[in-house]
Nanobody
């Protein structure tokens, strides 16, 4: 069992930055991959980024490459999503998720546990 709690969302203007955090508990954090997904109103949940347990392999959706950075601190059992140059189209509820197979990637069904989500709203 893995528990995930996101934080760091908020309301910001376009061009601003936010850092999301996701604190994990329940299993050895460094043994599983973590992902960030987002869901905008009326849209399907979309993959944003993932990182493997060691932190050595990351993957991003094209629309956030160069603006978002995923990282993890295994000593703190926390994964981060640094979001720079935010755009109104980044507005969504952001979810972190744990993949116990330590593969990561964009497949929604690969992830075993999910957080409750944190709202990010970017105004123009």
């Amino acid at each position: 069992q893995v528990q995930l709690v996101e934080s760091g969302g908020g309301l910001v203007r376009a061009g601003s930055s936010l850092r999301l955090s996701c604190a994990a508990s329940g299993r050895t954090f460094s043994t599983y991959a973590m992902g960030w997904f987002r869901q905008a109103p009326g849209k399907e949940r979309e993959f944003v980024a993932s990182i493997r347990g060691s932190g050595g392999s990351t993957y991003y959706v094209g629309s956030v490459k160069g603006r978002f950075t995923i990282s993890r601190d295994n000593a703190k059992n926390t994964v981060y999503l640094q979001m720079n140059a935010l755009k109104p189209e980044d507005t969504a509820v952001y979810y972190c998720a744990a993949d116990l197979q330590n593969l990561g990637g964009s497949f929604y069904s690969r992830y075993d546990y999910w957080g409750q989500g944190t709202q990010v709203t970017v105004s123009s």
